[in-house]
């Protein structure tokens, strides 16, 4: 902040504060500077009400002016700052990192400062919350019904609780309750704010394996260290990563700082924080989609001001005002699920590498399958590299076979081999649990008229309608568009024409249900569960036994413990591996199916594996089947290598969208032709994205090589400024280190 010499009321000579503030959510990278008024006390980081323009904005002080900001402003024009708010002010390191993302993604850092602030309640007055407690010494009301005892016996207790709350517990409406109220049985109080327990360190220690124990010693060590370092824990399915990542986390708050794990997936949260309570004796704060917005400010408040003192939570959570982080985990580091592909592109596992490198202490990758990017870190000695060889239970990995569908194909018009179907009839004769495995939601990917041909497509997309029969319509899994399945075709009127081609989890949960109706079976996807508590209810029951087969998508291989599951089986392995414009293709139905098929066979009972395809011989299939992950890194590694591809290389993806077709290719040709000459950097394109239309925008893609040493940033910017001005409904997206290439 700086200071400008101008005259006070009086006209006598007079200094006054001046502050750089940056607007949050504004497509800008540059601060505006404000007078502070004598009785506004002010930080870098603090919050502020400004005006901007007609309205009165939130603000963010910056520490030094930014971009347009730092020119001189003449003293007449400059406005006054309204007031700071009472939230705890953004932390010094956060204004870092936010500049860093800035950089590197390009996005405008009034977006990523956004991000910092996604919890609205926080920064509104908070709101009291009334319940009732019971009145002591009270006579009882003139009128005693059922409902009003019981309601009256559990208040006795002396807690307050919420109306709805009492009503629940008392099996009465809220009815009952206030008219206890009106007998001056119960009282109207004000709720406490509930605060965070601090998790014991020290509450549970836990007896390791050698190899827990040496991997445990590793973290712990990295965090006496002091200082910024990165750790690769490399473990099998079931090795016990996450009782290890814990000890470290429990040294973390021995020094006390704050700790945040970041999970790829909220529906394992519920299994997560079972284990952190019985390490911990208490939960952490969570932090993800499904908060109340009430419960996020609170989240956000208490994390401010040191009160959270572990986090977990999706990949938003590293973007939370930490007072005093000293520990980072990314838990499934190799989940796709990590990069974000909205607004602000970002991949969080890195940015949580980034942020440890600015506050100089430990990060943890943890998983399974590692991605390409953290295996080559680990080999270059860039990261420590912890290995967990086996499970800590001794139980062995299951045994994986593939099933080749030319010889052993299903029966007409069935999705399963006879051969998976033998061996889920085998698991169930034995009273254990069988997973079917489909990355494909609904009932089937393309539904089309056997009369005259037609196919359903989305009128908003070049996509197929999907067939979700449990709810009877076809839907877009790319816009959301969505319509009733017809009785009759909409091009030849024909009636019962209409055939769905293909399965998806629901087909083959029909036909499981036709083969073993006596079997208890549970579908796991994500649009046919209503909520969170839903999910984590079905999880539950899965875990102790009240189902026989279980049916899902990818939400089942992130991170389960099903102690029952015996047998797993895949119904297409191949489905990955016709990506073929994505250079992760391989390396990702490698990381799927090893984790799909290791939840098989963790505790209690011998695991076995099998994986339907047509192409056994796939250097994929033959790493899964045969185990040698190493030969397949070795071969993944060289092709990226030689391909100059992300670890080796730098890629960054342009795409231009427009409603109008012909708009969107002119303009695309347009910025291809006005690219930076650089005998280093190649740039690829434009070509009509492979699903060229979303939402009603015809799309047009660009991809930008560069050798790791060149600063594509710099080359991405030098060509933005020398493209024609984007006007109307056009719109371009970069996207550096791209994961999505449709």
């Known amino acids: ?112 400062v956004r991000m910092m602030m996604s919890a609205q309640a926080a920064f509104e007055p908070a709101k009291p919350r009334f319940g009732v407690r019971a009145v002591a010494g009270a006579p009882e ?153 009430a419960e996020r400010g609170r989240v956000w408040r208490a994390v401010a001001t040191g009160e959270a003192r572990v986090v977990v939570g999706a990949r938003s959570a590293l973007f939370l ?11 499934e580091e190799h989940d796709a699920g990590f990069k974000q592909d909205d607004r602000v592109h970002y991949q969080a596992r890195d940015l949580s ?64 081999s006879p051969v998976l179907v033998e061996a889920v009839t085998a698991t169930l004769a034995e009273q254990q649990q069988s997973l079917l495995f489909l990355n494909r939601r609904g009932y089937a990917p393309l539904t089309l008229c056997r009369s005259c041909g037609h196919r359903f497509e989305c009128p908003q997309c070049t996509a197929w309608l999907v067939e979700h029969r449990f709810r009877r319509r076809l839907n877009c899994h790319h816009c959301g568009f969505s319509l009733p399945i017809p009785e009759t075709c909409p091009k030849c009127s024909e009636e019962g024409t209409l055939v769905a081609c293909g399965p998806g989890v629901e087909r083959v949960a029909e036909e499981v249900r036709e083969r073993f109706p006596e079997a208890r079976v549970a579908l796991l996807s994500s649009d046919l569960i209503p909520g969170l508590e839903e999910m984590r ?35 297409d392995g191949d489905l990955g591996l016709s990506m073929g414009a994505d250079p992760r293709a391989g390396e990702r139905t490698f990381q799927l199916l090893h984790q799909v098929t290791g939840r098989a066979g963790r505790a209690l009972t011998k695991g076995r594996g099998f994986i339907q395809t047509h192409m056994p011989e796939h250097p994929v299939m033959e790493a899964i089947v ?3 992950r190493e030969s397949f890194l070795d071969r993944e590694i ?33 910025v291809a032709r006005r690219a930076p000459r650089d005998e280093h950097i190649e740039v690829l394109g434009p070509a009509e994205a492979p699903i060229a239309v979303v939402r009603g925008r015809h799309r047009w893609r660009l991809l930008v090589k560069a050798p790791r040493d060149r600063n594509i940033q710099s080359y991405l910017k030098a060509w933005g400024e020398a493209l024609p001005k984007i006007v109307g409904d056009l719109r371009l997206t970069i996207d550096v280190d791209p994961y999505n290439f449709l």
């Not at 506050?359 to 860039?382: D, Q, W």
């Not at 391909?643 to 040709?669: K, M, N, Q």
Request: proline share 8%.
């Open 1 to 112: 902040m700086d200071s400008l010499l101008g005259l006070n009321e009086k006209g006598e000579s007079a200094t006054r504060a001046v502050a750089p503030v940056l607007m949050p959510g504004a497509p800008l990278s540059q601060t505006y500077d404000y007078l502070v008024p004598p009785t506004v006390a002010i930080e870098p980081g603090a919050f502020v009400l400004v005006p901007f323009g007609a309205q009165t904005r939130i603000g963010v002080v910056w520490d030094e002016p930014i971009g347009a900001g730092a020119r001189p402003v003449d003293p007449k024009k400059m406005k006054a700052l309204a007031e700071r708010l009472d939230v705890p002010a953004l932390p010094l390191e956060g204004l870092r990192f936010a500049e860093w993302i800035a950089g590197y993604t390009l996005a405008p850092l009034g977006m990523v």
């Open 141 to 293: 009301p003139a009128r005693m019904t059922p409902a009003r005892r019981r309601a009256l016996d559990i208040a006795q207790d002396g807690r307050i609780r919420a109306k709805s709350a009492l009503a629940a517990e008392a099996a009465c409406s809220t009815g009952v309750v206030d008219g206890l109220v009106a007998a001056g049985c119960l009282v109207d109080v004000v709720i406490p704010e509930r605060r965070f327990p601090e998790p014991d360190p020290a509450h549970r220690d836990t007896d390791f394996t050698p190899a827990q124990a040496e991997a445990v010693h590793a973290l712990i060590s990295a965090v006496h260290g002091g200082g910024f370092s990165v750790s690769l824990l490399d473990g099998v399915t079931g090795s016990g990563k996450t009782e290890v990542y814990f000890e470290a986390v429990a040294e973390t708050l021995k020094r006390g700082r704050q700790a945040m794990i970041m999970l790829p997936e909220i529906a394992l949260t519920g299994q997560f924080m079972s284990r952190f309570v019985a390490r911990f004796g208490c939960q952490p704060a969570e932090w993800h989609s499904a908060l109340s917005p």
């Open 321 to 331: 005002p930490y007072r005093d982080l000293g520990m980072i985990v990314v838990d």
């Open 353 to 416: 590498v980034v942020r440890g490198s600015l506050g100089k202490f430990p990060v943890v990758l943890a998983s399974a399958t590692p991605s390409i990017e953290s295996h080559v870190n680990a080999r270059n000695g860039r990261y420590r590299h912890v290995v967990l060889p086996g499970r800590f239970t001794g139980a062995e990995l299951p045994d994986v076979k593939p099933i080749d569908l030319r010889v052993y194909p299903p029966e007409k018009g069935q999705w399963l």
């Open 537 to 571: 209810r079905i999880i539950g029951s899965i875990e102790t036994g009240e189902v026989d087969i279980i049916i899902g998508t990818q939400i089942v291989a992130k991170g389960h413990n099903f102690p029952l599951l015996a047998t797993v089986g895949i119904v």
């Open 626 to 628: 045969t185990g040698d």
């Open 638 to 670: 060289e092709m990226r290598r030689r391909g100059l591809l992300p670890p080796f290389g730098r890629l960054a993806a342009l795409v231009v969208s427009a409603r109008d077709r012909d708009l969107a290719e002119a303009y695309a040709r347009e």
